[in-house]
């Protein structure tokens, strides 16, 4: 999988152009696409996404005309069954004939935030349906299903163009009028109708601190998102948040490598602000801190902490989460009890496995220090009073070994796993009874250590991943065409029938028996929280 490399700007064409005589500025609807879910709609986002586009390009002369999501006005209640060829789905959200009423008339482009490789279900119809009723607005598709499976998205829909990765740049270039060959990171429908796709990663902020605040921008209801947040907690007034974007590390099971793995943070300052508007303003009392790596540095992580345990010691009773984990080698009993001290009611460890040939195959960083470290931060949570959750992942086929280190540490321990040796790489098998029973007596550790709470999930190959890679290349997919497989697997009732991936080593039936024994053993507490 590529590394990011950064895109040198054509001076040709400036990002900010609204003061030249021949500006135009143009007039934007923001879409939220619907959810696709297996039953009850398990969480509902704040689009921050959205937001940050929408700031970006009212910062650079154009108009946010209409922001749509399908989701709010009580439309999480409403599902309508979908039939696949293998699943029965739910789409969750306002109809599509909801969603075509709500789009501005008057908007020269629509942008659709597609956020997960299944929104491809509802998606595609609903993109075209907005294509036919508008169809002299340019339709712009964004997200995590743009990044990962951008050319389908224009063999299925009458989509016009296609971000991949982070979308501010790019989205502004596009409402700017440059040539849409000079914008990095896209793909389009050249006059004759072809797909044209443009390579190289997308440009992507320096620094991240150029988006305007959430002081400076009102489009989103922020006063109907709080009352339910991205984790289903309806109890608390929340607000979803980054404090950074970004991870540098490369584990096979993840798509942030597809989008680009430059970190890089907002300033604490800026975070500080944002915090205390959303206090003042929206009368928030718990903000979800969403990031990727919160704690990759400390001289962004600890100023935060320790200003939001001073704003709890004037009178603000705020609560922190970390529903995404927090990276387990980036973490020391200092952070852990500024954590605690800055109100952090849990912490989620993603642990992933208890046996080290595994670690290995997900290229977990520090693999070789993974358990030592887990189980030292363990006991420091428990030092600290703070309830912490380990994440693992059951049924996990294998992976690529590229590290000359690792692979001398498999040969000498794991020779029997390897699968494969080519160019100096190394593929190695996964998880087997031997090494998900070394999962559980580890989990049994961590909770004897202080952990509170394990929290089994199912691997999933999700396109773009090199986990997806490797079992497309081992043949390892139960359904090797996913455009009608769904790949998100519940987090809290998983089915077999959703489980993609096979091993001769662990069935489909074997990872759903193996999620069930810890599902069963252990206090298992999920990041969807507080009905």
Same mark, same amino acid.
């Given at each position: 999988?590529?590394?990011?490399?950064?895109?040198?700007?054509?001076?040709?064409?400036?990002?900010?152009?609204?003061?030249?005589?021949?500006?135009? /500025?143009?007039?934007?609807?923001?879409?939220?696409?619907?959810?696709?879910?297996?039953?009850?709609?398990?969480?509902? +986002?704040?689009?921050?996404?959205?937001?940050? !586009?929408?700031?970006? !390009?009212?910062?650079?002369?154009?108009?946010?005309?209409?922001?749509?999501?399908?989701?709010?006005?009580?439309?999480?209640?409403?599902?309508? *069954?979908?039939?696949?060829?293998?699943?029965?789905?739910?789409?969750?959200?306002?109809?599509?004939?909801? !969603?075509?009423?709500?789009?501005?008339? $008057?908007? $020269?482009?629509?942008?659709?935030?597609?956020?997960?490789?299944?929104?491809?279900?509802?998606?595609?119809?609903?993109?075209?349906?907005? @294509?036919?009723?508008?169809?002299?607005?340019?339709?712009? =598709?964004?997200? !995590?299903?743009?990044?990962?499976? &951008?050319?389908?998205?224009?063999?299925?829909? @009458?989509?016009?163009?296609?971000?991949?990765?982070?979308?501010?740049?790019?989205?502004?270039?596009?409402?700017?009028?440059? *040539?849409?060959?000079?914008? %990095?990171?896209?793909?389009?429908? +050249?006059?004759?109708?072809?797909?044209?796709?443009?390579?190289?990663?997308?440009?992507?902020?320096?620094?991240?601190?150029?988006? *305007?605040?959430?002081?400076?921008?009102?489009?989103?209801?922020?006063?109907?998102?709080?009352?339910?947040?991205?984790?289903?907690?309806?109890?608390?007034?929340?607000?979803?948040?980054?404090?950074?974007?970004?991870?540098?590390?490369?584990?096979?099971?993840?798509?942030? &490598?597809?989008?680009?793995?430059?970190?890089?943070?907002?300033?604490?300052?800026?975070?500080? +602000?944002?915090?205390?508007?959303?206090?003042? @303003?929206?009368?928030?009392?718990?903000?979800?801190?969403?990031?990727?790596?919160?704690?990759?540095?400390?001289?962004? +992580?600890?100023?935060?902490?320790?200003?939001? @345990?001073?704003?709890?010691?004037?009178?603000?009773?705020?609560?922190?989460?970390?529903?995404?984990?927090?990276?387990?080698?980036?973490? $020391?009993?200092?952070?852990?009890? =500024?954590?605690?001290?800055?109100?952090?009611?849990?912490?989620?460890?993603?642990?992933? /496995?208890?046996?080290?040939?595994?670690?290995?195959?997900?290229?977990?960083?520090?693999? =070789?220090?993974?358990?030592?470290?887990?189980?030292?931060?363990?006991?420091?949570?428990?030092?600290?009073?703070?309830?912490?959750?380990?994440?693992?992942?059951?049924?996990?086929?294998?992976?690529?070994?590229?590290?000359?280190?690792?692979?001398?540490?498999?040969?000498?321990?794991?020779?029997? /796993?390897?699968?494969?040796?080519?160019?100096?790489?190394?593929?190695?098998?996964?998880?087997?009874?031997?090494?998900?029973?070394?999962?559980?007596?580890?989990?049994?550790?961590?909770?004897?250590?202080?952990?509170?709470?394990?929290?089994?999930?199912?691997?999933?190959?999700? &396109?773009?991943?090199?986990?997806?890679?490797?079992?497309?290349?081992?043949?390892?997919?139960?359904?090797?065409?996913?455009?009608?497989?769904?790949?998100?697997?519940?987090?809290?009732?998983?089915?077999?029938?959703?489980?993609?991936?096979?091993?001769?080593?662990?069935?489909?039936?074997? %990872?759903?028996?193996?999620?069930?024994?810890? %599902?069963?053993?252990? &206090?298992?507490?999920?990041?969807?929280?507080?009905?």
């Amino acid at each position: 999988m590529e590394k990011f490399v950064p895109f040198v700007v054509n001076d040709r064409y400036p990002i900010d152009r609204q003061e030249e005589e021949n500006f135009r /500025s143009k007039k934007t609807t923001l879409i939220a696409c619907p959810w696709v879910f297996q039953g009850e709609a398990e969480f509902q +986002s704040q689009q921050l996404g959205l937001a940050y !586009i929408g700031s970006y !390009i009212i910062q650079r002369g154009h108009k946010v005309v209409k922001y749509v999501d399908p989701m709010l006005n009580s439309g999480h209640l409403e599902r309508t *069954p979908i039939e696949t060829e293998y699943q029965t789905i739910y789409r969750v959200g306002h109809t599509d004939d909801w !969603i075509i009423q709500e789009i501005a008339a $008057d908007s $020269d482009y629509i942008f659709i935030n597609v956020p997960f490789t299944d929104s491809r279900f509802v998606f595609y119809p609903l993109c075209n349906r907005i @294509k036919k009723e508008y169809p002299d607005a340019i339709v712009v =598709a964004g997200g !995590i299903l743009a990044t990962t499976l &951008p050319h389908q998205i224009l063999n299925e829909t @009458k989509a016009d163009i296609v971000v991949k990765g982070e979308g501010e740049i790019a989205s502004a270039r596009i409402l700017n009028g440059d *040539p849409l060959d000079s914008i %990095a990171g896209i793909l389009y429908r +050249s006059e004759q109708g072809e797909i044209v796709e443009n390579k190289q990663r997308s440009e992507q902020l320096s620094n991240i601190d150029e988006i *305007p605040c959430i002081t400076d921008y009102d489009f989103r209801p922020m006063d109907e998102y709080v009352n339910r947040s991205p984790r289903g907690n309806s109890i608390d007034r929340t607000f979803s948040y980054i404090t950074s974007r970004g991870c540098p590390f490369t584990c096979e099971f993840c798509s942030i &490598p597809e989008k680009g793995q430059r970190w890089r943070s907002f300033s604490p300052d800026r975070v500080i +602000s944002e915090i205390q508007y959303m206090v003042e @303003k929206y009368h928030i009392n718990h903000v979800e801190i969403e990031d990727d790596n919160f704690t990759l540095k400390r001289k962004h +992580s600890i100023p935060i902490l320790k200003y939001l @345990k001073e704003f709890r010691e004037k009178g603000h009773p705020l609560k922190l989460s970390f529903p995404n984990g927090v990276m387990i080698d980036r973490l $020391d009993r200092e952070h852990l009890f =500024a954590m605690k001290d800055a109100g952090t009611e849990i912490i989620y460890l993603p642990v992933e /496995s208890g046996e080290l040939k595994n670690l290995i195959a997900m290229n977990k960083p520090a693999a =070789a220090e993974h358990l030592e470290n887990t189980l030292q931060v363990a006991e420091w949570c428990k030092e600290a009073e703070l309830d912490a959750g380990a994440f693992f992942i059951i049924g996990y086929p294998g992976g690529q070994v590229v590290m000359k280190s690792l692979q001398k540490t498999v040969i000498e321990h794991y020779a029997d /796993s390897i699968l494969d040796e080519n160019n100096g790489s190394m593929w190695i098998k996964g998880e087997d009874e031997e090494s998900f029973m070394q999962t559980v007596d580890f989990a049994k550790k961590l909770v004897k250590a202080g952990v509170r709470y394990v929290t089994p999930l199912i691997a999933t190959p999700y &396109p773009g991943t090199n986990l997806y890679d490797i079992c497309e290349k081992y043949g390892w997919l139960r359904r090797a065409d996913f455009s009608s497989m769904v790949t998100t697997i519940s987090y809290q009732n998983p089915k077999v029938e959703f489980i993609n991936i096979d091993t001769p080593w662990c069935s489909a039936d074997e %990872a759903f028996a193996r999620w069930k024994y810890m %599902a069963d053993i252990f &206090p298992v507490k999920h990041n969807v929280v507080k009905k």
